[in-house]
């Protein structure tokens, strides 16, 4: 029998029990435990600042500025919400360091400090509080958002308030009595934790369909998700929720699939592709929300450190050099992309090859590939080699075939594709009987059930005499002689 509320005492005991390291018990998150290696050591490196709640019984909080201290912190993941709430300032910083007021704070960040006592955690990180806000240089935010991955990998246990979507809802919720009446059996539902998120999530689990959670959730060896109905553990191997249906430890969600990928660049025994682990990530990341958009690469930073930390890869907003032409294969979602109006290419976040320049969903193509990476340079807005990114360029040699748009079928040569996928609104979608002149880069060829071939590659357009910016993937591009285009000419192109 499930509580009808996430904050009774019989939860909170079954909770403790999953993170004790000294008491057997069958909910145990196994190979999660604190032990004596890194990640989610009892006593690991404290962020830079961090919330230090006293003695256990004080009500006492306060901001302190560690310098090279260790310890044992709990770490909140939740939705801020558009309700104003308090935060940490250059005008307030002295005052948070003096003490902060409980009650002065939103329900779910009370609850957090709530809990952390309940465990005998003394060190709360919460986002809102222990990151300057609202800074003229944006500064400390550029530094500590590049800190993420090392914030959330050594944390002891990350609560996450998954069904509340502001800070000023809670981490407890008094279970809904959503009954289904099947004559003589009367049966409550539950709304499961998925394994994977998308936006469809919103209306159970908002934190789910939000981008910085993501990661938040990857990252941290053990999270609490704080549901409407009941409460989820989730490690590196497995996840179990309170019903005991939704236990998936030998599945492959995105947090084993990515811990698991790490172990093997460290050993050196590949099971998978590292390469296909970042693009599933990808797609899955993809869709989520974000207050702001400039947010696209920061909120996945720290999974692209963690990553390239193994890999020893250059990273390059949201692609890799060693993978760069399969990682430009991207494509928006269909239905996003009908769905939604995107303004022509003006650099916000990320260069044009990147999919971190689009909003909503992007999928991946899988071929053979051709052009050759001469050179690929993002610049960096700050110190994080993963964060914001302030301009790039990727400098191919492959052929660029003249194309030709006509109400909204493309030609290049005598070959025709009615199959193009706009990355955003660039005129020639509008029918009218006027002509474009764009650059056709073959990428990728793939067989056809004739036994032809068919050519994916890049739809470019010329902003310069030496520059070009990516509009479209252009896919489905056939005829007997496809091997006519890619025998053009290899010259230089620069996209940015």
């Known amino acids: 029998m499930i509580p009808i509320c996430t904050g009774c005492e ?87 360091k003096q003490g902060i ?64 979507d502001s800070a000023h809802g809670s981490c407890f919720k008094a279970s809904e009595q959503d009954v289904v009446d099947l004559g003589s059996v009367t049966m409550r539902r539950i709304h499961h934790f998925p394994q994977t998120a998308t936006p469809k999530l919103s209306i159970h689990f908002p934190l789910l369909s939000r981008a910085w959670g993501y990661q938040e959730r990857i990252l941290s060896p053990r999270v609490v998700h704080f549901g409407r109905q009941e409460i989820l553990r989730e490690c590196h191997q497995r996840s179990t929720c309170e019903c005991g249906s939704m236990t998936y430890g030998e599945g492959e969600s995105a947090k084993k699939t990515f811990h698991e990928t790490i172990s093997e660049f460290r050993s050196e025994n590949y099971h998978r592709s590292p390469q296909h682990t970042w693009r599933q990530m990808v797609v899955q990341y993809s869709p989520l929300q974000l207050t702001y958009a400039t947010d696209k690469l920061p909120a996945f930073s720290g999974l692209a450190d963690e990553m390239q930390h193994n890999n020893k890869q250059d990273y390059l907003a949201g692609l890799w050099r060693d993978t760069l032409i399969l990682d430009m294969c991207w494509y928006r979602n269909r239905y996003y992309r009908e769905n939604t109006t995107q303004t022509p290419y003006v650099f916000q976040r990320a260069p044009s090859w990147s999919w971190a320049s689009v909003d909503g969903p992007v999928r991946y193509h899988r071929e053979l590939y051709h052009p050759e990476v001469l050179d690929a340079q993002c610049s960096l807005a700050g110190p994080s080699l993963t964060g ?94 496809v091997r006519d285009i890619l025998g053009v000419e290899k010259g230089k192109v620069r996209i940015v």
Request: hydrophobic fraction near 40%.
């Open 388 to 481: 914001h990114v302030t301009g790039g360029f990727v400098e191919l040699r492959c052929s660029m075939i003249p194309a030709h748009v006509h109400d909204r079928v493309i030609s290049v040569g005598s070959h025709v594709s009615s199959c193009w996928i706009p990355d955003r609104r660039c005129g020639m979608e509008e029918e009218g009987g006027e002509y474009y002149l764009y650059y056709f880069i073959p990428m990728a060829t793939a067989p056809t059930y004739e036994s032809n071939e068919t050519l994916i590659g890049l739809l470019v357009e010329p902003i310069s005499p030496e520059e070009f910016i990516r509009i479209g993937l252009i896919v489905g591009l056939h005829g007997e002689d």
């Open 101 to 164: 007021k409980a009650e002065d704070l939103p329900q779910t960040l009370q609850d957090a400090i709530h809990i952390a006592r309940f465990f005998g955690v003394r060190y709360v990180w919460i986002d809102a509080l222990c990151i300057i806000q609202h800074d003229e240089d944006n500064a400390n935010w550029e530094r500590e958002s590049g800190r993420m991955v090392d914030v959330y990998r050594n944390s002891y246990l990350t609560v996450a308030a998954t069904w509340a």
């Open 10 to 96: 019989i939860v909170w005991q079954a909770v403790k029990l999953t993170i004790s390291t000294d008491i057997p018990n069958p909910w145990k998150l196994a190979g999660c435990l604190p032990s004596t290696t890194s990640t989610g050591s009892p006593a690991t490196a404290l962020p830079t600042r961090i919330l230090d709640l006293g003695a256990i019984a004080s009500s006492q909080i306060a901001l302190r500025e560690t310098e090279d201290e260790t310890g044992r912190y709990l770490c909140l993941s939740y939705c801020w919400g558009t309700a104003e709430f308090l935060k940490t300032t250059r005008d307030n910083l002295e005052r948070h």
